[in-house]
């Protein structure tokens, strides 16, 4: 049975995992991003959360409110 991606939770919410479409789908969409763009800010801050998060945000992306 396929995973419902509107339901998806990644498996460690801590990191980022840009090698599985489910999880790469599902931080874009927490970041408000494309896939290129996480996968160019993982390659230049590493998979934690908190430093994408803050690579974004620094380069001035809108993230949505936590």
């Not at 460690?12 to 479409?21: A, M």
């Not at 931080?27 to 896939?35: L, N, R």
Request: hydrophobic content about 35%; proline content about 8%.
């Amino acid at each position: 049975m396929p995973v419902d991606p509107t339901s998806y939770q990644p498996l460690d919410p801590g990191r980022v995992e840009t090698l599985d479409s489910l999880e790469r789908a599902y931080w874009c969409k927490e970041f408000s991003i494309t896939e290129a763009e996480l996968i160019q800010a993982v390659a230049e801050v590493g998979n934690h959360v908190s430093a994408v998060r803050d690579h974004l945000e620094s380069a001035g992306k809108a993230l949505p409110k936590r």
